[in-house]
């Protein structure tokens, strides 16, 4: 996967994160692959009016995001028929790794959960896989979002031990590659 | 990918001022939630406090830094699960292991690199957690599996 390149420079990105210095590391390192358009928020309200203002074509959004939080956030613009942005791709970054958080972050319909701290490599991986491995939307009457099973082959590869960005963490909280494999054990859960 | 950590170390120049100015919020929601233990909106705050400086640390080169700060973070989520009362003694020796972390001798260590301190951060843990009736591994635990 690492050995895939995107082209990002044509792509506008919105990130959705009330923590400044989270959202300033996620920009860099978008930044680093090539995208030059960037639009970072602060809360939900105003990354509806850049969702309705402009086009977007993938979203970064933590699960914290002010007000009503950032996996209700999603969960709401993915059920509403008639919003523009419906299938938006998006992904969660979140810190708070306990198994129910990104149980709930997977079923508002998000298409990746990458666990903070960030790496270049952890987010590029996960950007070429939502490019190059589209997953169908799923419509039933408690989900809007993508198929939450993943191809056989699987979700890309967790953090590399020796990724200096990556600082495990521990106790009830789940590591990447555990965050991925929720997407395949995801294929016995009723949709 | 080179680019992308050239990228972010270039945000390393601005960390500490904001460190700084994150500790003192920190410090100040910690006493703020000793005053009072029940408010839940303190909790969150302190929370908040705790879980920004969790999620940046790393990769601006405190790894150690956010490693304590996530187990801030865990301790408050048993007291906002209302597993446990709000243990005052255990979060201000969190909140003080994390400005321990950004001084000379510390900084930029692993937490692998300071396994005492990782041991006492474990046995409060585990402590917390038996008060709550919770079974929770820890650190310790995820290193011996992993080994």
Known sequence: MRNIKINLGELTFLIADSNSYSSAIAHSILRGFGA????????????????????????????AL???????FIRT????????????????????TRISTVKQARDSGANMIVAKPISPAAVYERLAWVAFNPRKFVEADTYFGPDRRLPIEGPPEGRSDNDPAACESAGPTLS???????????RNDPA | MKNASVELDKLKAGFSSWLAIQIAHLRRSAERARAAPGDAAGIDALYRDSSEI?????????????????????????????????????????????????QAGYCGSLPSDQQELID????????????????????????????
């Open chain 1, 66 to 72: 002010p007000p009503v939080g950032g996996i209700e």
């Open chain 1, 77 to 96: 613009m993915r059920r509403n028929p008639n919003n523009p942005y419906r299938t938006l791709p998006v992904l969660i970054l979140t810190g708070d």
């Open chain 2, 120 to 147: 006492q951060l474990d046995r409060s843990y585990e402590h917390y957690c038996t008060l709550a009736g919770r079974n929770r591994a820890t650190a310790r635990d995820v290193q011996a599996s992993a080994g």
């Open chain 2, 54 to 102: 969790r999620d940046v640390a790393a990769p601006m080169g405190l790894p150690l830094t956010g490693f304590v700060a996530d187990y801030l973070c865990r301790v408050l989520d048993l007291t906002r699960e209302q597993a446990i009362a709000y243990p005052d003694e255990i979060v201000q020796c969190h909140v003080d292991a994390i400005v321990l972390t950004t």
């Open chain 1, 36 to 63: 030059n358009k960037v639009v970072e928020v602060r809360d939900a309200r105003v990354a509806i009016q850049v969702l309705t203002e402009q086009r977007i074509d993938l979203m970064l959004c933590d699960p």
């Open chain 1, 176 to 186: 990447q590659s555990e965050i991925d494999s929720l997407l395949n054990f995801a």
